[in-house]
């Protein structure tokens, strides 16, 4: 990073809102943040104690629930900070780096491991009597150590590109949190070849991953329809949907945030809200809502806490 960095702290301005809806917004966040905490805990906590949700799809689903957990800390206490309190924007140069390369590092993962489990729904459905064996509990951990390792050499690139830059001017952020997009625009530099490099890599990371996820399931669908039985095509039909909620709840606002030509720091803010806020609690909800296994896994451990209470 480099020496002419005189900024040494940023002011984050928050949401763009009415200063009467404060409490409002701070009361709703909050609560969308302690439930989706608490059901992405839930789910761990599940996957830990059922031994019928010790296979592959259940093993993805606990580093999902890992990453919406802490997806949501990076950036959601930080925004109640700054609907709290009118100096809660602020935050340190050094804080600010760790924000946006943690931010991308967990999104970045996510990502990946979108794609993994995409290809996990293909191999349980194309070749069923194959699958264990070919999604043994080694692969599941090569494949989920790959997506760990490649989101973080993903957002150290992100970091470098955005943080090299000398930063001696203004240090509002137009923003509730630390991202490359806002932080560009106070750089006392050019920043068309960073903006060029981050939307060349944002670009192929999110495209390359879509694109494979899109194979992975025109390929399901195809031996979906070769299924003789409408109960089986329903059935799979199902495992599925879930995972395509969440996939596209994550993808579509970040292509709009950062594969567009322009940016708005208004419109930014509300469409980060939802993948920030709102998506890692669709997790908990999804699968919880969608999946018959999950629901099976709730009613006995309500059953064990009553036996529990019992005694």
């Excluded at 799809?57 to 800390?73: P, V």
């Excluded at 064996?133 to 692969?139: D, E, N, V």
């Excluded at 090569?142 to 001696?168: D, E, I, K, N």
Aim: aromatic share 12%; hydrophobic share 45%.
């Amino acid at each position: 990073m480099s020496n002419a960095s005189l900024v040494t702290t940023f002011f984050l301005t928050g949401l763009p809102h009415p200063p009467a809806l404060d409490t409002t917004l701070f009361s709703l966040f909050l609560l969308i943040y302690v439930l989706t905490v608490l059901g992405n805990l839930l789910i761990l906590l599940l996957i830990k104690v059922d031994s019928h949700l010790h296979i592959p799809m259940y093993y993805f689903l606990t580093n999902l629930s890992f990453i919406d957990m802490w997806f949501s800390t990076v950036t959601v206490p930080k925004m109640l900070m700054i609907l709290m309190s009118p100096s809660g924007g602020a935050i340190s140069f050094h804080s600010c780096v760790a924000q946006l390369y943690s931010f991308h590092f967990l999104g970045s993962t996510e990502c990946f491991l979108y794609t993994v489990m995409s290809y996990d729904r293909y191999l349980a459905i194309s070749y069923p009597l194959r699958y264990s064996s070919m999604m043994s509990g080694r692969t599941c951990a090569f494949l989920a150590a790959g997506t760990w390792l490649s989101g973080s050499m993903h957002s150290a690139v992100q970091t470098t590109l955005t943080f090299r830059l000398p930063y001696c001017g203004p240090h509002q952020i137009q923003h509730y949190f630390c991202d490359v997009p806002p932080i560009l625009k106070l750089a006392c530099a050019d920043t068309s070849v960073n903006e060029m490099v981050i939307f060349v890599n944002i670009g192929v990371v999110a495209s390359g991953c879509f694109l494979l996820i899109v194979l992975s399931y025109v390929s399901i669908v195809c031996s979906i329809l070769r299924i003789r039985t409408s109960e089986g095509r329903h059935r799979a039909f199902q495992t599925c949907a879930s995972h395509c909620i969440v996939v596209l709840c994550f993808f579509v606002p970040c292509v709009f945030i950062y594969l567009r030509p322009s940016s708005k720091d208004a419109v930014d803010g509300v469409v980060a809200v939802f993948y920030t806020v709102v998506t890692p609690l669709l997790n908990p909800v999804v699968y919880t809502l969608r999946n018959k296994e999950v629901k099976k896994a709730v009613l006995k451990l309500k059953d064990k806490v009553v036996c529990f209470q019992a005694e």
